[in-house]
């Protein structure tokens, strides 16, 4: 009998012992650590990331977690973290980008790294402290929450058929156009208790979308 891979909701961690563990974090970039109970990734000009195995599944499953985004300023115009999950194609993902600079949060279902269908929403750290990407019933969902007990529903899109693959990882990457390096931080990593669901909001749609860089994991 084929072993069936795990869904999404069977990765957890809450950080807490120190170490990044390199089992789960298998695909980590550019020295992502933890520190305070929190992991932490660095934002710089360059480009770090916390990424899992590519071992998982989305389909009838979750990615939760609470989020810190990097410092806004310092002559920065981006200064963004991705939490994006990854298909086997490059560009092909879906997720969210927050950036203080540009005070917005944009919530993606990309191919070829652009969705023209993104929603656009202004970056509020108490509004959008917790993250959630669920997919259930063909049905993806983008949510946020002020506690990870209820949750405001952002997004919905038709599932793409990748979401049911098995090798599907999950990356927060931080990076900032100019400014001094600082780091974007992540906790409770799919350690949520059992959710509440809000009125669906589409506030801030006017904004514009969060400029493209070089990173092929950047921008909208």
Same mark, same amino acid.
């Given at each position: 009998m084929e072993a069936l891979m795990p869904a999404f909701g069977m990765l957890t961690d809450d950080f807490n012992d120190g170490v990044l563990d390199p089992v789960k974090w298998s695909q980590s970039y550019g020295d992502p650590s933890e520190a305070g109970g929190r992991a932490r990734v660095p934002c710089t000009t360059g480009y770090a990331g916390c990424r899992s195995a590519s071992s998982y599944s989305l389909a009838w499953s979750q990615i939760a977690l609470k989020v810190f985004p990097p410092a806004a300023g310092g002559g920065a115009t981006s200064a963004a973290m991705s939490v994006l999950v #990854?298909? +086997? !194609? $490059? $560009?092909? +993902? /879906?997720?969210? *980008? !927050? +950036?203080? /600079?540009? /005070?917005? *949060?944009? #919530?993606? #279902?990309? !191919? $070829?790294?652009?969705d023209g269908a993104a929603v656009f929403l202004t970056y509020s750290a108490i509004d959008h402290a917790w993250l959630r990407l669920r997919e259930d019933a063909g049905t993806m969902r983008w949510e946020t929450s002020v506690d990870g007990l209820t949750w405001t529903v952002r997004r919905t899109a038709a599932s793409p058929a990748w979401v049911s693959q098995s090798n599907l990882s999950f990356l927060v990457e931080a990076h900032r156009d100019a400014g001094p390096s600082d780091f974007a931080e992540f906790d409770q990593f799919n350690i949520v208790r059992p959710a509440r669901i809000g009125a669906p909001s589409r506030t801030g749609a006017g904004l514009s979308p969060l400029a493209r860089t070089t990173s092929t994991l950047s921008g909208g």
């Open positions: #990854l298909s +086997d !194609v $490059g $560009g092909t +993902d /879906a997720g969210f *980008i !927050v +950036d203080p /600079a540009q /005070a917005a *949060i944009g #919530l993606y #279902l990309r !191919v $070829g790294y652009a």
